[in-house]
């Protein structure tokens, strides 16, 4: 089955930072790759997305870029803000199939 | 409120124990989804149901029983749980498979601990 890897587990950075992180994965057949956000005590939110047939996608602060032949893609969030600190999830997925990666904390310092 | 609602919010259970899980979606979808998120683990797929049908069964142990009665309800019946078990159960749902543009919106999940 699909296996999903996320680097760093933990990140932490100053405002006003870029933070960047990334995942690989295994199922060539994966043609969607989400990532979402979850503060403590709160449910996981989708706050982007890339699809197979696209290299990168951006969103104000936010950047998915994906790499079909090396099998990974990555978060990017320019400017950060201290609001920005959460788990971070990248996922890759396949029909109905949903696979996660570990989390990765970030931690934005004032 | 993302549409998506879970009860209970937190479960204390014994192993001897059954209980249930609800949840219950408002967006129109036709697909449920329940995960388990454990600490220092990743959200781990459990069951999908797509129009009230099984597609998706990750070899789950039968003391987790899913049932789908229509596309707006999804449980999730706990019978002679292990402490291990104890985690955060998470309801998704989403107008078809994530590939093909089905955005998946989660509950609030279940906290559930297991003595």
């Known amino acids: 089955g699909e296996n999903v890897e996320q680097h760093p587990s933990t990140l932490s950075v100053q405002e006003g930072d870029s933070a960047v992180i990334k995942c690989t994965y295994s199922?060539?057949?994966?043609?969607?790759f989400p990532w979402y956000k979850q503060e403590l005590g709160k449910r996981p939110q989708l706050i982007i997305d890339i699809r197979s047939n696209v290299g990168e996608k951006k969103d104000q602060r936010i950047a998915v870029t994906l790499n079909k032949t090396a099998k990974h893609f990555s978060l990017h969030i320019t400017e950060t803000q201290p609001e920005d600190s959460a788990v971070y999830f990248c996922?890759?997925?396949?029909?109905?199939?949903?696979?996660f990666g570990a989390g990765t904390r970030l931690t934005v310092k004032p | 409120e993302t549409g998506v609602t879970q009860t209970p919010r937190h479960l204390v259970m014994g192993m001897t124990n059954k209980k249930s899980l609800k949840c219950e979606q408002h967006?129109?979808?036709?697909?449920m989804y329940w995960y388990k998120q454990s600490a220092k683990k990743p959200l781990e797929l459990m069951f999908v149901y797509n129009f009230k049908e099984q597609t998706e069964n990750n070899s789950v142990p039968s003391r987790f029983s899913p049932e789908c009665p229509n596309s707006s309800h999804l449980f999730l019946h706990l019978h002679t749980l292990q402490p291990e078990d104890s985690a955060l159960y998470l309801c998704a749902s989403s107008q078809g498979p994530a590939g093909n543009g089905g955005e998946q919106y989660f509950g609030p999940g279940t906290r559930l601990t297991v003595t």
């Open positions: 996922a890759a997925s396949s029909f109905f199939d949903m696979r």
């Open positions: 199922d060539s057949a994966s043609n969607y």
């Open positions: 967006l129109g979808h036709n697909a």
